[in-house]
């Protein structure tokens, strides 16, 4: 069984604030005497659901193109949280059993708000406080997902993303985990392979 947990790419769906909108232009139309069907998008590399390079906060870090496949495709454990938690610390982490290894995805509320294609901008959505993320380096593991446009609280600092991306994490953010329960998958999630790019759009599935 396959789970897309992929956001929608549509226009004027939701976006970080300071980011461009999301416009797609359908400048030729078969319905109107052209040829052929043809769109034209504008969009960040940071749309929807996407990964972060290490570039985008680190400018000596490598971009897009040159992360590693195999980093981004294999096993994986989405760990539910409940509703009343909205910043996920070290505390929360540590009766899991983080391994070396390790890729993990964080279903939160902000799922609920993305299923429904939800395009306000909601400030308080749940995120991973710094020295969570530090504890996940030392724990070795290799990627973490989250079900919003960051994995770091709006306008606190970039503590979280240094920590994950200086070390080499893989950082997804909007995912779409609604449809998918806690427990153990098969990840796949390829991004746009952008030369030297900060981020780029990716498609993200769950094998069960």
Known sequence: MYIDISMNVEDGMLHWPSDPEISIIHYSRIKKGDPANNSKITCGTHTGTHIDAPHHFIDSGPGIDRLRLEDMIGPCRVLGVPRDVSIISKE????????????????????????????????????????????????????????YLSVEGYHIGHETHLALLGAGVIVIEGLNLYNAEAGNYRLIILPV?????????????LEK
């Open 92 to 147: 929360f982490l540590t009766p899991f059993d983080i391994k070396k290894g390790d890729r993990l995805l964080f279903k939160t509320r902000n799922s609920e708000w993305i299923n429904a294609g939800d395009r306000n901008f909601h400030k308080d959505y749940v995120y991973v406080e710094q020295e969570a993320a530090k504890y996940l380096v030392e724990k070795g593991v290799i990627l973490v997902g989250v079900d």
């Open 193 to 205: 392979k952008i030369m030297g790019s900060d981020g780029a759009p990716a498609r993200a599935i």
